[in-house]
């Protein structure tokens, strides 16, 4: 079983969904992000092509982050998920350079509004949802929904109690997620149908999020 | 060198984990580091205790120090070394050695060395500690006629002379092949990055060692020939990496570009700190002490600052300037 994400950027309407509704669900503190939608533009005026990419981490299967981790706290789940042991995560950001897709970040808390102290909602989150301050984040595919849905039978990517907030949140839905091991799961039915590549293949990295291009 | 955050990783984006703000510390580390393991490896070869001394003070101090610091958890460096996986602290992990002697070693065994240069790099630097310590008392109480020709290599001080001086190179190396190994920033992800880090270790470590010694005739000739050497290697070492980043893709030939081009901080760094201060000066001087025998000792005391200088340029350079290659597949990068 590996877990994995199709994100079809043809149906993607750039509404910034996915990395509102995953802020939110994390309570991520400001100036960091689980979900981006980056925006390029190519070719001159009038030939000119926008370029939009939904990003999060990858959950490569040849993941650098986890071969530079020092203390082992970058590892990975049998099925595929990337994840962080936040009480062995030392704060040196070797893992943070090694992403060459920029998806981790490191945890520094920060008010919204300098100098007006937290709000409720920081204040809440800071309670219901902490982070380790100097400590490394990313996504985890809302393991945390996966594992109980899972455990109530439930299917990921097909039961959205059990499914990422970001694929569930997308109003186009380009994003499906699924068993890439499986060759009959949605996701890897479309991203053979649809030619779907993975981004930046040359980072021989192996990620788990695919992307159809055109 | 900011990008614009809708440019974020839509054109070459730059590092700042270990060079902005608290990130300093970073590069400060890597440059101590370096140059206390390379200051104490020339130290050993021309048998000066006193230079062996201050690159270990260097080395662990400034740039043990500086790394611990920089460390968002530091109290938890420990684990860069064991891989405990129970409740609890380190005093834990210590305990299990009488409590579970199998699963003490395990923690060794399985701990982030099998794959992390930070991890290996930590291992390298208790051995220099460990080892260099003992070395040091030895080489000031050992009787010095014992110390000297073949008999000193079997001697007691110089079986630790000889393990110091693998060490060193270990610690001198070990930064570049962490750095090298970041494949994600094309100017960092270069086989020549381990090869630049052991020789400016080594030139910055040859340049402290002969400012302690600037006056000791027989010494500071030693010295001073490994400085006429290390430091053309070094000159060819530093033009080699920039022109292979310039050819080896698109982004690193930004990183190289932003580095030279003219009007920006990092230009002036380049071509004052690394350029002249670094290359030109301690050049001309090293030709000028081959040409004739006497280098006089201010001449030699110029150099010296020089090739600190534009090292300590250089790096930061390598820390500034290390880029991502941006995302969007249709770059030019």
Known sequence: MRWGMLIDKVRCVQCYACQVSCKQAYFLPPGIFFNRVITGETGRFPMVRKHTYPLLCNHCKDAPCVDVCPTNASYKREDGIVLIDHDKCVGCKYCIMACPYQQRTSVEYSEQYPGQGYNDYEKFGMEYHPYQEGTAVKCNFCRERLDEGLEQGLVPGEDRAATPVCVNACPAKARTFGDLDDADSKVARLIREKNAQQLRPEFNTDPSVYYVID | ?333
Request: aromatic letters at 12%; a positive charge.
């Open chain 2, 1 to 333: 060198m900011h990008v614009k955050p809708w440019e974020w990783m839509v054109k070459p984006t730059p590092q700042e984990e270990w060079i902005e703000g608290k990130g300093l510390l970073s590069w400060l580390s890597f440059f101590s580091v370096a140059l206390g393991a390379g200051m104490y490896f020339v130290a050993t070869l021309v048998n000066y205790p006193w230079a062996m001394v201050a690159g270990y003070i260097v080395c662990l101090v400034i740039g043990g120090g500086t790394k611990v610091i920089d460390l968002g958890q530091p109290k938890r460096a420990w684990r860069m070394l064991l891989n405990y996986d129970g409740e609890g602290g380190l005093l834990d992990a210590m305990l299990l050695l009488f409590k579970s002697p199998k699963r003490f070693f395990k923690m060794f065994l399985n701990s982030g060395w099998r794959t992390s240069w930070i991890s290996r790099g930590m291992y390298f630097i208790g051995l220099f500690a460990i080892f260099g310590l003992v070395h040091i008392i030895l080489a000031f109480v050992a009787n010095p006629a014992a110390t000297s020709g073949i008999a000193a290599l079997t001697s007691v001080t110089g079986i630790f002379a000889i393990i110091m001086a693998i060490v060193s190179v270990l610690v001198t190396v070990y930064a570049g092949l962490l750095i090298g190994y970041v494949r994600a920033i094309p100017l960092w992800g270069s086989a020549l990055m381990p090869v630049f880090f052991i020789v400016s270790g080594f030139v910055g470590g040859a340049a402290l060692a002969l400012a302690g010694r600037i006056n000791n005739a027989v010494t500071s000739a030693v010295i001073v020939q490994w400085l006429q050497v290390l430091v053309l290697v070094y000159v060819g070492v530093v033009v080699v990496y920039l022109w292979n980043a310039w050819n080896q893709s698109g982004t690193s030939k930004y990183s190289v570009r932003q580095m030279m081009k003219a009007g920006g901080l990092l230009s002036i760094v380049f071509y004052v700190g690394v350029v002249i201060l670094g290359i030109l000066l301690p050049v001309s001087i090293v030709i000028v002490s081959m040409v004739s025998a006497a280098a006089t000792a201010p001449l030699l005391a110029v150099a010296i600052a020089g090739v600190i200088i534009g090292d300590l340029s250089m790096r930061f350079l390598i820390m500034k300037c290390g880029v991502y290659t941006p995302l969007i597949t249709t770059s030019p990068y």
